[in-house]
């Protein structure tokens, strides 16, 4: 089934070998900006938020066509989704200052979460014993929800609004306003395990955790165009670094990079530890943080890109292009694109290279 009552798949005609290189424009996308995409932890379903306040649901098909299979409503615009680590339970924080779940299996949502102020971020902690939702406000706190009490079992009061936060147990790191990060250890959940200011000069947009890492880290992005690689213990300090990216120049070929642009979001590959950044240019880039080295750049979009994400097994790319207002009010202008975009990871683009000596 498709959301609007009409059988609409992605055409066949766009996997034949002569598009087999070009990215899939998924149907049916949201109707305003699309905020977060997030992959079902079990099979290729993409859960999209968007600020129509909306949670859609695709079921995405081996050769990338895709179908809406589902929809749930927010009273306000949807900032986040995630899944739970059964792949049967979908989460969303809204401007409504609710989480909600969206059961997969009986097609119900509810509400499992409420704050004082937008709920920016949303993350399940598959905690040891028993899952745990974890959600992120402006109004200062992060907030731990059992699913089966209506309370909060604690509440983390944040030095300012949750902008970010990432997970991967037992590492959780928080991004907020005014640059402060908080660097969560999970068996301690209440107390941040260290402090620090963010290693880049201006506003932090999106903090994500390394995968497949020997050593625990986070990458920053900034709205000033940089991304620092950061680990959380002192002794891996000397790995710390950061670099330029999502740049212009103000004329061609100057070389001035004077043109500054937002880094929107980062993500991870599951297996190989490598990660994406998109920004408000337009750009994609992936890149290897031990070798240092950029492994792809995307043709550029027709506008920002808000958010992405890899499937479990790093094989989709998913990625949205939508107006991110880092143009004020005087961006959105009439017809900007809103598509919901998927490329076939190739192994060349995502695998690390051998690091420096």
């Known amino acids: 089934m498709s959301f609007f009552g009409t ?14 290189d070009k990215d899939v424009e ?12 997030a992959f079902s932890p079990q099979a290729d379903y993409l859960a999209v938020g968007s600020w129509d306040n909306s949670v859609r649901i695709y079921e995405v098909m081996a050769g990338g066509q895709s179908q809406g299979k589902a929809m749930y409503q927010h009273q306000g615009p949807v900032l986040d989704v995630c899944w739970n680590k059964e792949g049967n339970k979908i989460f969303s ?8 779940m969206f059961d997969v ?24 014993g028993a899952g745990i939702l974890a959600t992120g406000s402006w109004d200062k706190t992060i907030k731990y929800w059992d ?41 301690n959940p209440n107390t941040a395990y260290k402090t620090i200011v963010s290693p880049l000069k201006w506003q932090t947009r999106v903090v994500s ?10 990458a920053v992005g900034s709205v ?6 950061q680990y959380v213990e002192d002794k891996d300090s000397g790995n710390n670094f950061s670099f330029k990216c999502h740049r212009r120049d103000s004329v061609p070929n100057s070389k001035d990079q004077a043109l500054v642009y937002a880094v929107n979001d980062i993500s991870f590959h599951p297996v190989h530890g490598t990660f994406s950044t998109c920004g408000s240019d337009g750009a994609i880039h992936f890149w290897d943080k031990d070798a240092r080295t ?19 097994n790093g094989s989709i790319f998913a990625y949205a292009i939508s107006y991110d207002w880092s143009k004020g009010h005087s961006g959105m202008t009439p017809g900007h694109p809103n598509k919901l975009m998927l490329h076939a990871c190739k192994e060349d683009e995502v695998r690390k290279r051998p690091t420096r000596k």
Not at 224 to 229: M, P, S, T
Request: glycine fraction near 6%; proline fraction near 10%.
């Open 7 to 20: 059988q609409t798949t992605t055409p066949a005609a766009t996997t034949t070998a002569a598009a087999a």
């Open 147 to 187: 699913l089966r009490a209506p309370q909060p079992v604690a509440t983390v009061t944040l030095p300012e609004r949750c902008y970010t936060f990432d997970v991967q147990y037992p590492l959780m790191v928080v991004g907020t306003a005014e640059r402060h990060i908080q660097i969560f250890n999970l068996t």
């Open 105 to 128: 299996a009986t097609g119900q949502s509810s509400q499992v979460a409420q704050h004082d102020a937008p709920v920016k971020v949303v993350r399940w902690i598959d905690a040891p």
């Open 93 to 100: 924080g809204g401007a409504d200052n609710a989480g909600r």
């Open 294 to 312: 950029r492994l792809k750049t995307f043709e550029p979009a027709p506008g920002p890109i808000t958010t992405t994400c890899f499937n479990r």
């Open 224 to 229: 000033e165009g940089r991304v620092a690689i």
């Open 209 to 218: 955790c390394f995968t497949a890492s020997q050593s625990s880290g986070f």
């Open 26 to 37: 998924m149907p049916d996308p949201p109707t305003d900006s699309i905020s977060s995409v």
